[in-house]
């Protein structure tokens, strides 16, 4: 919830928010997590969907421009 209310905040800056929002993913890319009852995995798994659903709303956010459209820029590095 609390990276929820984070990123709809980031989303309603006017200036920064791209910046803010490309915090935020770093942010949620450092989490770790740690399932100590060692069961099914099913918290891990939830945890990861949740996250997954939030990295995709900041990168749709960043990456689409004034007029709707989603802009992809590829890095030939990542590539090889």
């Known amino acids: 919830d609390d990276l929820e209310a984070e990123i ?9 928010k791209n ?7 770093t942010k949620i ?3 770790r997590f740690l399932d100590p009852a060692c069961g099914c995995g ?6 990861y969907r949740e996250l997954r659903r939030l990295e995709t709303e900041i990168l749709l956010e960043v ?12 890095d030939i590095a990542h590539l090889t």
Do not use: P
Request: glycine share 6%.
């Open 8 to 16: 709809v905040a980031a989303k309603s800056l006017k200036r920064g």
């Open 19 to 25: 910046q803010r929002l490309t915090e935020i993913h």
């Open 29 to 31: 890319a450092d989490l």
């Open 42 to 47: 099913n918290f891990l798994i939830l945890a």
């Open 63 to 74: 990456n689409t421009n004034n007029l709707g459209q989603i802009t992809l820029t590829m």
